[in-house]
């Protein structure tokens, strides 16, 4: 059966570093999200993705946060400087249309020190 | 943002039993619930649906009740497994069509052999 993956699992790092989290979605899905959750807290819609450019962005995804489909298979999630609250675990999501259900990958979980 | 409430935190029941997850929301723009179930270490796993135009739909041993009225939604376990023991998510789509998930605080459900 298809599946969302994504890389890495765990991904340690300092404050103020960057970092990428990459998820390949399913292959015949059009429409890209990233959730996170921070531990003990729900799980917060960050973006929405499709046809090659960002449907919607939560508060939470400032000048800070990018995505990008660099190609047919990845789509990638970038912190540019990170900070000690954006320690979560990130979830890449994939559904064929806007209403359909959505697939999950299972997450990387990030730490920034 | 509490769009989407789960009031209770976690369930415990007996196998064999029902088992009874709520769900409230407030906003009447939403259109389409889901609830997901999660494991620890995993993604949340797509469970069952029903779009607003319906009050019931039911899967195997799943079951999702809407009450528009109420804006409220249950999902209901028949006959409860021990395999069900995770964290039930409900989720509303946004009413925006961009495929945004709403997700409410998660209840844990144990069932006891």
């Known amino acids: 059966e298809p599946e969302v993956t994504q890389t890495p699992s765990h991904q340690v790092t300092q404050m103020g570093q960057e970092v990428i989290l990459r998820c390949v979605p399913i292959?015949?899905?059009?429409?890209f999200y990233w959730y996170r959750q921070i531990l003990g807290q729900k799980v917060e819609f960050l973006v929405s993705f499709y046809n090659n450019e960002i449907s919607e962005k939560s508060e939470i995804f400032d000048d800070q946060f990018s995505v990008e489909r660099p190609d047919g298979s990845n789509f990638t999630l970038k912190i540019r400087s990170t900070k000690l609250e954006d320690s979560a675990m990130y979830f890449c999501?994939?559904?064929?249309?806007?209403?359909?259900?959505?697939?999950f990958g299972p997450g990387t979980r990030l730490t920034v020190l | 943002d509490q769009q989407v409430k789960q009031n209770s935190p976690s369930l415990s029941v007996q196998e064999g039993r029902i088992s009874i997850l709520n769900c409230d929301y407030t906003?009447?723009?939403?259109?389409?619930f889901l609830w997901y179930k999660k494991y620890p270490a995993e993604g949340p796993t797509f469970l069952i649906s029903?779009?607003?135009?319906?009050d019931k739909n039911e899967d195997g041993r799943f079951t999702v009740f809407l009450n528009k009225s109420a804006k409220h939604l249950s999902l209901h376990i028949v006959p409860s497994q021990p395999g069900d023991s995770a964290v039930y998510f409900c989720?509303?789509?946004?009413?925006?069509?961009?495929?945004?998930?709403?997700f409410g605080q998660g209840t844990t459900l144990q069932v006891k052999p």
């Open positions: 989720a509303a789509h946004g009413s925006s069509n961009t495929g945004k998930l709403i």
């Open positions: 292959s015949n899905h059009l429409y």
């Open positions: 906003n009447s723009m939403f259109d389409y």
């Open positions: 029903i779009s607003s135009i319906k």
């Open positions: 999501a994939s559904s064929e249309a806007e209403y359909n259900e959505q697939f």
